[in-house]
């Protein structure tokens, strides 16, 4: 059974850090596209940002210069770094395993999901 489970989530002041973390299980296959989405209330699902099997990664303008996405897929674990994070930040954040052929941050070309962790930045 394929299984996505994130954690590293919680309350943090704006300007802080948290590295998120999504567990990997029932698969092997690093040629996958994997990412981090998130969800605000009363908002649609938006990606945050993507890595393929080359370790290539695409953005969300919104987080350029403060998210670090990576993989290690020897620990089949995705990691999101959250650095400068800002009252807008606050969402949950799900990690979700798409398609070997194309990467990007396009919600609908992903079909595993995890249960989402929640993230919490106070001003």
Same mark, same amino acid.
């Given at each position: 059974?394929?299984?996505?489970?994130?954690? /590293? /989530?919680?309350?943090?002041?704006?300007?802080?850090?948290?590295?998120?973390?999504?567990?990997?299980?029932?698969? @092997?296959?690093?040629?996958?596209?994997?990412?981090?989405?998130?969800?605000?209330?009363?908002?649609?699902?938006?990606?945050? &940002?993507?890595?393929?099997?080359? /370790?290539? @990664?695409?953005?969300?303008?919104?987080?350029?210069?403060?998210?670090?996405?990576?993989?290690?897929?020897?620990?089949?674990?995705? #990691?999101?770094?959250?650095?400068?994070?800002?009252?807008?930040?606050?969402?949950?954040? #799900?990690? &979700?395993a798409g398609s070997r052929f194309v990467c990007s941050r396009v919600v609908g070309?992903?079909?595993?999901?995890?249960?989402?962790?929640?993230?919490?930045?106070?001003?």
């Amino acid at each position: 059974q394929v299984q996505l489970v994130e954690s /590293g /989530g919680g309350s943090v002041q704006a300007g802080g850090s948290l590295r998120l973390s999504c567990t990997t299980s029932g698969f @092997t296959d690093t040629s996958l596209c994997i990412g981090w989405f998130r969800q605000a209330p009363v908002k649609e699902r938006e990606g945050v &940002a993507s890595i393929d099997s080359n /370790g290539i @990664t695409t953005y969300a303008d919104s987080v350029k210069g403060r998210f670090t996405i990576s993989k290690d897929n020897a620990k089949n674990t995705l #990691y999101l770094q959250m650095n400068s994070l800002k009252p807008e930040d606050t969402a949950m954040y #799900y990690c &979700a395993a798409g398609s070997r052929f194309v990467c990007s941050r396009v919600v609908g070309l992903f079909g595993v999901w995890g249960q989402g962790t929640q993230v919490t930045v106070s001003s």
